[in-house]
């Protein structure tokens, strides 16, 4: 009889804690679909790309940083942060510190010069380039600039989608200047070692593709 409780008991912490995770999971993996779908749209841009990068290159963490200092949720490379704010007036290239508090939504306007704490909540305040709808905002733009520079040099009539995306996404995530001169200025297709470079999110990209 006491097995019998033990074993139910245990059945129903694992089926709990299963569930915790799944749920979670499901949360962490899905929270930014709508800003993705709205960017997306806006941009012109196939939101399964925009989900590739946030999920092979940032895990769907908006704190992530690369190695060469990508940052965020789409790891926008320097770059493309630069391009944006020669692109974009003030005050909308100005960038500062932002409230990222979890229990309520950021207090949109208020900007800091320095890191520190919110005035409002005293939550953390992160840098605004972190900061999801900002970030998106702007990788989803320069992917876009990228995707029509590469169909520009290309000149083709009819633009094959398929063909385009490797090399955007090896132009956003690895440098502009080396897949033009491994591709000759766009016009032949990715090299292998350049391909393999961004594997990881064109394999998301194929698995998104049918999903969104």
């Not at 305040?125 to 990228?146: C, Q, R, S, V």
């Not at 032949?188 to 470079?197: A, E, I, M, V």
């Amino acid at each position: 009889m006491r097995l019998a409780i033990l074993i139910s008991l245990c059945v129903m912490v694992l089926s709990f804690s299963v569930g915790s995770f799944l749920t979670y999971e499901n949360w962490r993996t899905h929270r930014y679909d709508q800003l993705i779908m709205d960017k997306a749209v806006w941009y012109q841009l196939p939101p399964a790309l925009l989900k590739a990068i946030v999920d092979a290159r940032a895990h769907f963490n908006y704190y992530t940083m690369g190695e060469n200092g990508e940052v965020g949720l789409l790891q926008v490379p320097q770059e493309g942060v630069t391009q944006y704010k020669e692109a974009k007036p003030p005050p909308r290239s100005e960038f500062g510190y932002v409230c990222m508090n979890k229990a309520y939504p950021p207090h949109k306007g208020i900007k800091h010069s320095v890191g520190g704490v919110c005035n409002i909540c005293k939550s953390r305040l992160i840098p605004e380039l972190w900061y999801p709808e900002t970030n998106i905002d702007i990788g989803a733009w320069y992917l876009a600039k990228l995707k029509k520079d590469i169909e520009n040099a290309r000149a083709e009539t009819e633009v094959n989608l398929r063909k385009l995306i490797p090399l955007v996404v090896a132009a956003y995530c690895l440098t502009e200047k080396s897949v033009e001169s491994a591709t000759r200025d766009y016009q032949s297709t990715l090299p292998p070692r350049l391909r393999n470079s961004v594997k990881d999110v064109l394999d998301k990209y194929e698995k998104y593709r049918r999903r969104l």
